[in-house]
């Protein structure tokens, strides 16, 4: 009996300490997006991939031209069709119409392969910024003792939160920026 007893109290004091445990582990917070967009890195790949972005579209814009250009045509020999010139002018709009073929397929190419372009770029860019911060993250959240961290950036992963510690200013401080230092502003794309 007194075995029991003693194994029961025991139990008891395991329980409780683990119940001490937990309410001794801290939880903070961050605003993973805020701290990247204000990072001097991300706004110059910002600027990086904007020109990217012009030059690429720039190109498309040259092609859309040219293909409107070809399209004028085809429509003025349409227009100018009469029965005595039909021999002539039909193998000339079949021509202009193989041409239009042609350079929409090399819009759909380029429009894919910028994209393609564009993604890379901002991979290439944008993830040594992310380690950079997600470094900064880590080293915060083990000075200050914490037991998780989470993101509160995207409200859609997490609902409801209250309390922990917001710890982004003191991730802006240890990256050496102003922890009041605005965001840039979101690409358009």
């Given amino acids: 009996m007194k075995n029991l007893l003693k194994g029961a109290v025991a139990l008891v004091a395991v329980f409780f300490s683990t119940q001490f445990a937990n309410a001794q582990q801290k939880i903070g917070h961050i605003s993973l997006g805020e701290i990247i967009q204000s990072t001097p890195e991300f706004k110059a790949a910002e600027g990086q991939l904007k020109t990217l972005s012009d030059g690429k579209t720039k190109e498309i814009q040259d092609m859309v031209t040219v293909y409107q250009t070809k399209q004028k045509e085809a429509n003025d020999k349409l227009r100018n069709r009469s029965e005595a010139n039909k021999d002539t002018v039909d193998p000339e709009i079949n021509k202009i119409g193989q041409e239009l073929q042609d350079i929409q397929a090399r819009i759909q190419t380029a429009q894919q392969a910028a994209q393609e372009d564009l993604n890379k770029k901002e991979e290439e860019l944008i993830a040594p910024v992310h380690k950079k911060v997600m470094d900064a ?10 037991a998780y961290v989470f993101d509160i950036s995207n409200p859609g992963l997490i609902p409801y939160y209250q309390g922990g510690e917001d710890l982004t200013a003191a991730v802006k401080t240890k990256l050496g920026i102003s922890a009041t230092a605005a965001p840039a502003a979101p690409a358009r794309k």
């Fill in 137 to 146: 993250v880590s080293a915060i959240s083990k000075e200050k003792g914490m």
